[in-house]
């Protein structure tokens, strides 16, 4: 089992509306996660990151962690064709440090 | 700031060659990782550094990859001689004490 599972997509929403990314991990002690966003020949690019229970707003994207079910997700509103991208999701307990295999997100005009 | 930079941006080499990746973090992030990225594997964490120190290089696939840093503002990842299954990005990524990483531009290594 990785400890980052996540749905590879490719998952498509029309412009404007609400795309939804999650991540399940397997790692209980860890304390942080990131979202990461990579165009296609680029490098990853730091979106957000959140380290308590609930959610983290900043502008279109939303962040939710909920340690009990070992669950994060990652909200974007408005999306814009601009969005479309990989999405990984990654965390970190300690030492140790895991990336997710990311999600495809396709944003259609 | 200039953000983490990375050389080369490309290498192409026969098998059998040592490559060399080369990069600075940015100033004053004192953690350091070397990736790899293939269609097939996804992003691989080969190496850790913390204030300069090898943490964590469980991910180093074998003994022709080593890596080194002698300074806060530089590493290297050799990898010597080289293999046709090296081929990959290498991405280079430093992080403050807070665990978020910036990542370069990335150095794409065909070995044929």
């Given at each position: 089992?990785?400890?980052?599972?996540q749905?590879?997509g490719?998952?498509s929403?029309?412009?404007?509306?609400?795309?939804?990314?999650?991540?399940?991990?397997?790692?209980?002690?860890?304390?942080?996660?990131?979202?990461?966003?990579?165009?296609?020949?680029?490098?990853p690019?730091?979106?957000?990151?959140?380290?308590?229970?609930?959610?983290?707003?900043?502008?279109r994207?939303?962040a939710?962690?909920?340690?009990?079910?070992?669950?994060?997700?990652?909200l974007?509103?408005?999306?814009?064709?601009?969005?479309s991208?990989?999405?990984l999701?990654a965390?970190?307990?300690?030492?140790?440090?895991?990336?997710?295999?990311?999600?495809?997100?396709n944003?259609?005009? | 700031d200039?953000?983490?930079i990375?050389?080369?941006?490309?290498?192409?080499?026969?098998?059998?060659?040592?490559?060399?990746?080369r990069?600075?973090?940015?100033?004053g992030?004192?953690?350091?990782?070397?990736?790899?990225?293939?269609?097939?594997?996804?992003?691989?964490?080969?190496?850790?550094?913390?204030?300069?120190?090898?943490?964590?290089d469980s991910?180093?696939?074998?003994?022709?990859?080593?890596?080194k840093?002698?300074?806060?503002s530089?590493?290297?990842?050799?990898?010597?001689?080289?293999?046709?299954?090296?081929?990959?990005?290498?991405?280079?990524?430093?992080?403050?004490?807070?665990?978020?990483?910036?990542?370069?531009?990335?150095?794409?290594?065909?070995?044929?």
């Amino acid at each position: 089992q990785k400890e980052v599972e996540q749905n590879s997509g490719p998952l498509s929403v029309p412009e404007g509306a609400i795309a939804s990314l999650n991540c399940t991990y397997s790692d209980r002690g860890s304390q942080s996660f990131f979202w990461y966003r990579q165009y296609s020949g680029k490098s990853p690019e730091l979106i957000m990151f959140i380290y308590s229970n609930g959610d983290k707003e900043d502008g279109r994207f939303t962040a939710q962690l909920n340690k009990a079910s070992q669950y994060v997700s990652l909200l974007i509103r408005d999306s814009q064709p601009s969005d479309s991208a990989t999405y990984l999701c990654a965390g970190n307990n300690f030492n140790k440090f895991y990336f997710g295999s990311g999600t495809k997100l396709n944003v259609k005009p | 700031d200039a953000g983490v930079i990375q050389s080369p941006r490309h290498e192409v080499t026969e098998m059998g060659q040592e490559v060399t990746l080369r990069c600075k973090p940015i100033s004053g992030h004192n953690s350091l990782f070397w990736y790899r990225q293939t269609m097939m594997r996804g992003l691989e964490l080969l190496i850790y550094f913390n204030n300069n120190v090898p943490i964590d290089d469980s991910g180093m696939p074998e003994d022709r990859f080593s890596a080194k840093m002698p300074n806060a503002s530089f590493s290297t990842l050799k990898i010597q001689p080289s293999e046709p299954r090296d081929s990959a990005v290498y991405f280079c990524a430093s992080s403050p004490l807070r665990g978020e990483q910036y990542f370069g531009p990335g150095t794409r290594l065909t070995v044929t």
